[in-house]
């Protein structure tokens, strides 16, 4: 599959829907789309819509990306991880229909996904847009059931634009005429741009601020849309981000006509790792036994703000990070919300990965932001090295998905 991958990302679906006509067109045939695009909180609204529908005794596909320990995460039939069998079967059917033309390892899969959700019953498909919208290969879909469009923010600017407005026009291309759409907290440049588009499909808005609140009062979560209000606990996601996570997959769920039951599921059944997710057992935890010990695959800016909220929340006592981060990023970006949340950085390289920074560089755009820094061989050696000096730290491991899939893989 690597092996027919373009030169250069070529932002057009010519190439999937070539595709997705020698499979015979299976984004035809499949169940009702719930369409996903964002820059932060697609998955964990994903993942808590998905909870909600199955404590309704619903079956739910799911397609996400991109996946931490097992390509399997991304394609989900009816509530279970494809198999391996059928992933090579699917994925061979998928090559041989292709011809050995050009085609990414997004598209390719993608495709080879939707003639999964096509042949496999069940009752919802919830699609998870890869990069921005307009141009993202599950963009494909002419008729989905509900759009959502969680906080848009800067990322992959050199694909969806330099400007808020920019990339939200990128990620409201998903809205279709006269489709609903679900829309979380915005900028206003950003939400503007949003409206406008919704407006000239005739696409009914469900927007947060405007048609639905969410919040946190006395240790429950209170949802308020037109319908009335709900009393529910709190996500059992983690961090006050997920209190308008939460919200945008409740405004999903009313506006798909689900009750209290089902909203109840969404907030306790949800599960989404890597998104400060708390490490209780592995080699990372005998390593570091009386530490608290977190991960988080966040890796911009936004993503780093919710991050330092949630620091913000957790009982007193000293922050350790254990930073990785591609080269693509600007540390800068993702280290300025966390600076003042932090006692010290330790600066790891990502297990295969040939675009990962240079542990020295992050490091020293830490020493930047008045923050001690070093560097370690691996996320164990720095955790290892962290405990020695200070076993009671809370360590928070972040700045890659890509090193958290790592961490996940070997932490068990």
């Not at 080879?112 to 290969?137: C, N, Q, S």
């Not at 709900?230 to 009750?259: E, V």
């Not at 620091?311 to 600007?330: E, H, Q, S």
């Amino acid at each position: 599959m690597m092996g027919l991958h373009p030169s250069e990302i070529e932002l057009s679906l010519d190439r999937t829907y070539r595709l997705l006509d020698a499979l015979g067109r299976p984004q035809d045939r499949l169940p009702p789309v719930i369409h996903i695009a964002g820059t932060n909180g697609k998955g964990s609204t994903l993942a808590m819509i998905r909870a909600g529908l199955e404590a309704a005794g619903k079956r739910a596909h799911c397609y996400t990306s991109p996946h931490l320990v097992r390509f399997h995460e991304r394609i989900v039939l009816a509530g279970a991880e494809i198999t391996e069998t059928a992933l090579s079967d699917l994925l061979v059917r998928t090559l041989t229909a292709n011809g050995g033309a050009p085609v990414t390892f997004f598209e390719a899969t993608t495709c080879a996904a939707f003639a999964a959700f096509a042949d496999v019953p069940a009752d919802y498909l919830l699609l998870e847009v890869g990069m921005g919208g307009r141009m993202d290969t599950t963009n494909v879909v002419d008729d989905p059931l509900l759009t959502i469009i969680t906080p848009v923010a800067f990322d992959h600017q050199a694909f969806l634009g330099d400007t808020l407005a920019e990339i939200a026009g990128e990620k409201a291309g998903i809205l279709k005429r006269g489709i609903p759409c679900v829309v979380g907290r915005q900028e206003d440049d950003a939400l503007e741009v949003i409206e406008a588009r919704a407006a000239r499909l005739g696409a009914p808005v469900i927007a947060q601020g405007q048609h639905w609140h969410s919040w946190e009062e006395r240790g429950r979560l209170v949802f308020q849309d037109e319908t009335g209000l709900l009393d529910l606990p709190l996500p059992a996601l983690p961090g006050p981000h997920q209190i308008d996570n939460a919200g945008a997959a409740l405004a999903a769920l009313r506006q798909l006509g689900f009750g209290e039951e089902s909203c109840e599921g969404a907030m306790v059944n949800a599960h989404w790792p890597a998104r400060m997710q708390r490490l209780t057992r592995g080699p990372l935890k005998q390593a570091a036994p009386e530490a608290d010990l977190w991960l988080d695959g966040g890796h911009n800016a936004h993503a780093a703000r919710a991050i330092a909220a949630t620091l913000d929340r957790l009982p007193a006592r000293p922050t350790r990070l254990v930073f990785a981060l591609l080269n693509n990023r600007a540390p800068s970006d993702v280290l300025a919300p966390l600076a003042a949340h932090v006692q010290s950085l330790t600066a790891v390289p990502i297990p295969d990965e040939p675009n990962a920074s240079d542990p020295e560089t992050l490091a020293e755009a830490a020493r930047a932001f008045g923050i001690s820094a070093s560097t370690a061989v691996d996320v164990e050696d720095a955790v290892t090295g962290i405990a020695t000096k200070d076993p009671h730290a809370r360590i928070l491991i972040c700045g890659s998905l890509y090193q958290a899939g790592a961490v996940l893989r070997e932490n068990g």
